[in-house]
């Protein structure tokens, strides 16, 4: 995971992280939804919230690896149905 990670994986999905924004995502140039699917596609979670929980677990991990606790997961509390 050290260096630059493959992006673009998912014809025609942007996926932005932008400090002052969050992530955003978009289709084809139009906006688009984040969500938490269960394997049979049920959705569970979607938008802001998952966006704003996707966000702060990815910057927490980052921020447990520069601060080098050695902490190899960093886990998101249970978003409120």
């Not at 569970?44 to 447990?64: K, L, P, Q, S, T």
């Amino acid at each position: 995971m050290i260096g630059d990670q493959e992006q673009g994986a998912i014809e025609g999905v942007v996926i932005t992280a932008i400090s002052h924004q969050g992530l955003t995502v978009s289709i084809d140039g139009k906006p688009g939804r984040l969500a938490v699917l269960t394997e049979d596609g049920h959705v569970i979670a979607e938008g802001d919230r998952v966006a704003r929980e996707a966000e702060a677990v990815a910057v927490n991990a980052y921020r447990e690896m520069l601060q080098g606790r050695g902490h190899m997961r960093v886990v998101g509390a249970p978003l409120p149905r």
